[in-house]
């Protein structure tokens, strides 16, 4: 396989214009203003919520209804949190981070003969982190269910039930001369469900929009990130967000980052589900195929969240 092969647009490799040394980036990367980061606010005491999934497989009602309500919270007023105690195998998450770190230091010429093999050593640690990972979202879906009022399977079914899409992608930051110029990943919302990202346990560089700033997220040890995507704030009729998010570089330190999207299987019609719309709060989206909302965005690029907002039905 080859993976530049698989792109129509020509690929600029960052990584091999990082290692060149060149102490100023080209000019097509440098961000307007308005888009550029502010990394002297270091200081920024805020994180994004942190939640320990431990406190829903004990006994005690209360602990359970306490964590329940902080996911809850925290999907409808940051559309992101860390979760801890995930039950995912702290060995797997150090075999996948290492993986990924070394395929991305071979030469170009390897990687673009790479094949994941599942016979692979390699294959098999992602094959076994995209299983882990596919229940823990399953796990993580039950939950918004049940924190919407809806049945527990509620968003799992309206996904297309055990056939749903997901898909991982690493993502190789290389070190960057002129940090305060540019960013690693452009202001968007996720367009799919549910994201778990495994963020590098060394480099901070996410960023989260809170109102109008934005919050660098300081990962807790061997938590996964998770946020809300376009498709589940349309499940939710808006009430849990979207949020947008963005990822700084800098120019001392790489950062590598796992990201694993659960997305609904692709025909089926996605819309607000009909127990959240009332005559007090109609329906705020038109139904839309996963296939079609993403073809939505290709043609229109990366646009921090107008695309979700675009779609909302003008009442
Ligand atoms: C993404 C994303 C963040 C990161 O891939 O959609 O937001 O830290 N990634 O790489
Ligand atoms: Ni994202």
New binding site residues.
Partial sequence: MNILQEWSEPITRVQSLSDSGSPAIPDRYVKPLSERPSLSSGANPTNIPVIDLGGLVGHEAKLRALTLKNISLACREWGFFQVINHGVSLDLIHQAREVWRQFFHLPIDKKQVYANSPRTYEGKVIEEYSFELTELSRSLMNILSVNLGLGEGYLQNAFGGDDIGACLRATFYPKCPQPDLTLG?SS???PGGM?L?LPDDQVSGLQVRKGDSWITVKPAPNAFIV?I?DQIEVLSNAIFKSVE?R?IVNSTKERVSL?FFYNPKSNLLIQPAKELVTPYRPALYQPMTFDEYRLYIRSRGPRGKSQVESLKCSR
Avoid: I, K, Y
């Fill in positions: 990943l968007h919302s996720d994201t990202l946020n995507g998010h990822v990201a």
